[in-house]
């Protein structure tokens, strides 16, 4: 683990994929839709673009095709506040594309990515001058299930004389993961990290059913100075040295679900950054990730600035009757 301060000053490096989206508009499951909207997704570059919204320094630093995606992809992050002097073009392969099909119960994701520019990364990514003075390096579970070069990218991103803290979120995909299991290597990965986020069903899904609760997940990952368990609409947990931290999440009336994790993550990273309170963190989170779910696409407003302010500063009883 990295003998540095956990939150040096410096910008947050945000590395990893991020394809062009397309999305029944308006929602419907993808084999009853008329009209497809173009938008982009990518966890790392989602983290990036709410922590621009945030106020925080962010950049994302990846590859995408000489296409017209590409080069939607680019502009639509880089209007969003973020530095993208980090991404590189290919001019060999094409820009990944992913299909949302909303369904009843939760939104299937289609994704037509292999052999993409972003797939193509590596160690040599670490060397850019984007991260040399990067405080956080923010990776997520996707990269290294994309190509043996991506994976080792990560490993060398959480080698132990890391100038830098890294945050690791979980965000596992299953469709990613066809050829191994997946819990064998995100388990090592996260135990390396800084700061980790993971979703209680998450963790259950990929270590075993036993993991009932955000203490036994804690058990499994005692070595981050961070983790943070979410468990669904229902909690946040955070775990910071030897405190323990929980914030209920507000009732949101929820439009679509996906990106939801990653604006959590941006948000709890924000409120660590600017608060250096592991509670407003947690708030901020859970109003980041709200933002995100009231909206079709990955990204959606935040509240104006003094409402948040406001929220972050309430007592726990007006908190815990919030609904958005």
């Given at each position: 683990?990295?003998?540095?301060?956990?939150?040096?000053?410096?910008?947050?490096?945000?590395?990893?994929?991020?394809?062009?989206?397309?999305?029944?508009?308006?929602?419907?499951?993808?084999?009853?839709?008329?009209?497809?909207?173009?938008?982009?997704?990518?966890?790392?570059?989602?983290?990036?673009?709410?922590?621009?919204?945030?106020?925080?320094?962010?950049?994302?630093?990846?590859?995408?095709?000489?296409?017209?995606?590409?080069?939607?992809?680019?502009?639509?992050?880089?209007?969003?506040?973020?530095?993208?002097?980090?991404?590189?073009?290919?001019?060999?392969?094409?820009?990944?594309?992913?299909?949302?099909?909303?369904?009843?119960?939760?939104?299937?994701?289609?994704?037509?990515?292999?052999?993409?520019?972003?797939?193509?990364?590596?160690?040599?990514?670490?060397?850019?001058?984007?991260?040399?003075?990067?405080?956080?390096?923010?990776?997520?579970g996707i990269t290294p299930a994309l190509s043996a070069s991506c994976r080792a990218l990560v490993d060398r991103a959480l080698r132990p004389e890391r100038p830098y803290a890294v945050s690791f979120d979980v965000?596992?995909?299953?469709?990613?993961?066809?050829?191994?299991?997946?819990?064998?290597?995100?388990?090592?990965?996260?135990?390396?990290?800084?700061?980790?986020?993971?979703?209680?069903?998450?963790?259950?899904?990929?270590?075993?059913?036993?993991?009932?609760?955000?203490?036994?997940?804690?058990?499994?990952?005692?070595?981050?100075?961070?983790?943070?368990?979410?468990?669904?609409?229902?909690?946040?947990?955070?775990?910071?040295?030897?405190?323990?931290?929980?914030?209920?999440?507000?009732?949101?009336?929820?439009?679509?679900?996906?990106?939801?994790?990653?604006?959590?993550?941006?948000?709890?990273?924000?409120?660590?950054?600017?608060?250096?309170?592991?509670?407003?963190?947690?708030?901020?989170?859970?109003?980041?990730?709200?933002?995100?779910?009231?909206?079709?696409?990955?990204?959606?407003?935040?509240?104006?600035?003094?409402?948040?302010?406001?929220?972050?500063?309430?007592?726990?009883?007006?908190?815990?009757?919030?609904?958005?």
């Amino acid at each position: 683990m990295s003998s540095a301060p956990l939150l040096r000053p410096g910008p947050v490096v945000c590395i990893g994929e991020t394809m062009a989206a397309l999305a029944p508009d308006p929602v419907a499951p993808l084999d009853t839709a008329e009209l497809l909207r173009l938008d982009v997704a990518g966890a790392e570059s989602n983290v990036a673009m709410y922590l621009a919204d945030h106020g925080v320094p962010a950049r994302w630093v990846s590859a995408l095709g000489d296409d017209p995606f590409g080069r939607r992809v680019r502009e639509r992050i880089a209007a969003s506040g973020v530095d993208v002097s980090g991404v590189r073009t290919d001019p060999a392969r094409p820009t990944g594309l992913l299909v949302k099909n909303p369904g009843t119960e939760s939104t299937g994701v289609h994704y037509y990515r292999t052999g993409s520019a972003a797939s193509a990364l590596g160690p040599p990514a670490l060397d850019d001058p984007a991260v040399r003075d990067a405080a956080l390096v923010h990776l997520t579970g996707i990269t290294p299930a994309l190509s043996a070069s991506c994976r080792a990218l990560v490993d060398r991103a959480l080698r132990p004389e890391r100038p830098y803290a890294v945050s690791f979120d979980v965000n596992h995909r299953p469709a990613l993961w066809r050829d191994e299991p997946a819990a064998e290597v995100l388990l090592p990965l996260a135990a390396r990290a800084d700061l980790v986020l993971v979703g209680l069903d998450e963790a259950q899904a990929l270590w075993g059913p036993a993991l009932t609760s955000a203490d036994a997940v804690r058990a499994l990952l005692p070595q981050p100075r961070v983790l943070v368990v979410k468990d669904g609409a229902r909690a946040a947990t955070a775990y910071v040295g030897r405190g323990t931290y929980t914030v209920p999440a507000p009732k949101v009336r929820v439009v679509e679900p996906v990106g939801a994790g990653d604006a959590f993550a941006g948000g709890f990273l924000a409120g660590l950054l600017r608060h250096d309170d592991p509670v407003r963190a947690l708030r901020l989170g859970h109003l980041t990730a709200a933002s995100a779910l009231r909206v079709p696409a990955d990204h959606g407003p935040l509240p104006p600035p003094d409402r948040i302010r406001e929220l972050l500063s309430d007592d726990d009883n007006a908190w815990n009757a919030l609904s958005i």
